[in-house]
Antibody, heavy 121, light 106 residues
Framework: QVQLQESGPGLVRPSETLSLTCTVSGDSFRNYLWSWIRQSPGKGLEWIGYFHFGGNTNYNPSLSSRVTMSAATSTRQFSLRLTSVTAADTAVYYC???????????????WGQGVHVTVSS | DIQMTQSPSTLSASVGDRVTITCRASQSISSWLAWYQQKPGKAPNLLIYEASNLESGVPSRFSGSGSGTEFTLTISSLQPDDFATYYCQHYNSYPFTFGGGTKVEI
């Protein structure tokens, strides 16, 4: 039974970089794609992107110029960096597991509890 | 991007009712559609994938149907635990997008 837990600051200043970490337990980190999804009252649920520890990434074009995802396999953690944030980036950020690697199964079968990030000075 | 439109946005129902939620895609997505349930303060929970496949552990009162551009989520007999918000998500092509949600309330 996989478990995901997001962590990071709840407040980020405008124009700075948002950095979040997701810790994975109970499952094989290398056998899945891992994703970040955010949810805000204004834009609803928004897929940010996914990555695999082997380096395969895919980002939402609306955010790709500002997003980086990476992993630290030794600690079973993966991270999200979002640069030059504005108030529009205020949201609950979730990490999630893509259901199956190697098949067209880009739905999300396990989620973290989410972390609320506010962008404000 | 493919736009996903859910209707209705809010649905009032009673325990025991049969409930149907519709999700329409702005272009054909074959059967690459998932449904999620979300309760306040919680993450979404996967119910249905590939339009009609029930995720393991999800009660059989939930069912999904459709292909192409029109899809439905049906709850055959609404239970107290089912009052929540439901979202569809396509995964036909990048970027994956979600519908705006349907809140099922008493």
């Amino acid at each position: 039974q996989v478990q995901l837990q997001e962590s990071g600051p709840g407040l980020v200043r405008p124009s700075e970089t948002l950095s979040l970490t997701c810790t994975v337990s109970g499952d094989s980190f290398r056998n899945y794609l891992w994703s970040w999804i955010r949810q805000s009252p204004g834009k609803g649920l928004e897929w940010i992107g996914y990555f695999h520890f082997g380096g395969n990434t895919n980002y939402n074009p609306s955010l790709s110029s500002r997003v980086t995802m990476s992993a630290a396999t030794s600690t079973r953690q993966f991270s999200l960096r979002l640069t030059s944030v504005t108030a529009a980036d205020t949201a609950v950020y979730y990490c999630a597991r893509v259901a199956h690697l190697g098949a067209w199964s880009y739905y999300f079968d396990s989620w973290g509890q989410g972390v609320h990030v506010t962008v404000s000075s | 991007d493919i736009q996903m439109t859910q209707s209705p946005s809010t649905l009032s129902a009673s325990v025991g009712d049969r409930v149907t939620i519709t999700c329409r895609a702005s272009q054909s997505i074959s059967s690459w559609l998932a449904w999620y349930q979300q309760k306040p303060g919680k993450a979404p929970n996967l119910l249905i994938y590939e339009a009609s496949n029930l995720e393991s552990g999800v009660p059989s009162r939930f069912s999904g149907s459709g292909s192409g551009t029109e899809f439905t989520l049906t709850i055959s007999s609404l239970q107290p635990d089912d009052f929540a918000t439901y979202y569809c998500q396509h995964y036909n092509s990048y970027p994956f997008t979600f519908g705006g949600g349907t809140k099922v309330e008493i």
